[in-house]
């Protein structure tokens, strides 16, 4: 049966290839370049984004939630709109795009993301969702007084923190929770959210536990994608689907984050993307980001390493778009038949890759059966 949510959410709307976007409130997005058309993370910017994608018919915006940036030349998302106010101002601004807001648990309570959340629920009359994210960057939590969690605990504290916004969320009577981490007495929020019975989860765990979170919590989970592997990509979506259906009685979409350089030619595609992140990348915030990561040089070869800090400057260590409108279209038709049903994507100058996106690779999207017209 289908969801009811999809009324008005189009995150669950019948597109076989959903679509949305990642970061478009941190300076830089994903990509880690110097190169000067790169998103600076304004709201003229953002917002000229979000309205875009909205009138091409994207499913979702997707915030990043980062509190401080990585250093570097260019501070990499140094500056960052707050994911719920972000929200709220997007949500007003657009029709019928998805919106969504970062949350990082331990940085908010749950009592106040329940109450934001239903406001931009109401906002935008039912297209909200959540990605709930546990944190995995130190020096921004530890500007909050606290130190960050060993990784397993964070998720047992993220799953006290859901269960009491879903609460929140649908119950018609005050009630006490009094978990590990978390009590609240006579809980109670008003209104609840348009959705029922609440708004749609996004995760974006990686690790066992990560996964099992979003199996048991999450409507949209994230797996990361190597290109060099693909075969066992359907493999691992079966069972993830399956650990969410027969354990949790859920159906889970399942997206993956890519970054996407399109060129008329692939000579054009593979210059730009040499140029912005070997000429121009911010090797700088890269290394910290790894160094944060706890993949110190000693740890890696030489080789590895390269090509991980290639990645993450490109998109963030998403799956590489990079090609001609055919090209780009053929891998995504790949990924659809494994069973991917959503991609977040970021360019560098996200207009323009908008605009080049919905000139050449839309219509091949629809042409193959991936994806409806928009109804003007
Ligand atoms: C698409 C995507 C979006 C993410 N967004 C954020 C974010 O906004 N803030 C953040 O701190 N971590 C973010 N993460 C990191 C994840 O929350 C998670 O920490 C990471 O995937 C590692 O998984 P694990 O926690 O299961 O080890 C994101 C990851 C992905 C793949």
């Known amino acids: ?27 830089n997005g994903c990509a880690i370049t ?58 007003q601004a657009t029709k019928n795009i998805g919106v ?19 406001t931009v629920d109401h906002i935008s009359n039912g297209r909200f969702a959540l990605n709930i994210v546990c944190g995995w960057f130190a020096p921004e939590l530890e500007m909050f007084g606290r130190s960050i969690m060993e990784h397993d605990q964070r998720y047992e504290y993220a799953a006290e923190w859901i269960d009491i916004v879903k609460r929140l969320w649908s119950a018609e009577e005050e009630f006490d929770f009094d978990g590990q981490f978390i009590q609240v007495k006579k809980g109670f929020s008003m209104p609840k959210p348009i959705q029922k019975p609440f708004p749609p989860l996004m995760n974006a765990g990686n690790s066992g536990k990560g996964r099992e979170f979003a199996a ?27 650990l969410a259906r027969e354990e949790y009685g859920r159906e ?14 692939q000579k054009e595609a593979d210059a730009y993307l040499h140029h912005y992140v070997v000429e121009m990348g911010d090797d700088e915030a890269v290394e910290n980001i790894l160094n944060i990561q706890g993949q110190q040089s000693q ?35 790949t990924l659809s038949g494994l069973g991917i049903d959503g991609i977040l994507v970021s360019w560098v100058d996200y207009l323009d890759g908008l605009n080049r996106w919905q000139r050449d690779v839309m219509p091949r999207l629809e042409q193959a059966g991936l994806r409806n017209p928009v109804s003007a």
Not at 100 to 115: E, N
Not at 216 to 242: V, W
């Open 1 to 27: 049966m289908a969801d009811p949510r999809g009324q008005t959410n189009a995150l669950l709307s019948t597109n076989k290839l959903k679509l949305g976007l990642f970061g478009v409130n941190v300076s």
């Open 34 to 91: 110097k190169v000067p058309e790169r998103f600076r993370g304004t709201w003229p910017e953002t917002l000229a984004i979000s309205q875009t994608a909205d009138r091409y018919g994207y499913e979702a915006l997707v915030p990043v939630a980062r509190w401080k940036g990585f250093g570097g030349e260019t501070n990499f998302n140094g500056t960052n709109f707050d994911t719920y106010t972000w929200a709220a101002g997007i949500a």
């Open 100 to 118: 969504l807001t970062t949350s990082h648990v331990p940085t908010v309570h749950p009592i106040m993301a329940a109450k934001q959340a239903t």
């Open 216 to 242: 048991k919590y999450a409507d949209m989970a994230f797996l990361h994608l190597d290109p060099s592997n693909l075969d066992t990509l359907k493999a691992h979506i079966d069972t993830y689907r399956r």
């Open 252 to 265: 889970l979409q399942i997206w993956a984050n890519c970054h996407v350089t399109q060129r008329d030619t």
């Open 299 to 333: 740890r890696l070869q030489q080789e590895k390493r390269e090509q991980i800090k290639f990645n993450i400057k490109a998109g963030w260590g998403g799956y590489p778009l990079i090609g001609t409108a055919d090209r780009i279209v053929d891998q995504l038709a």
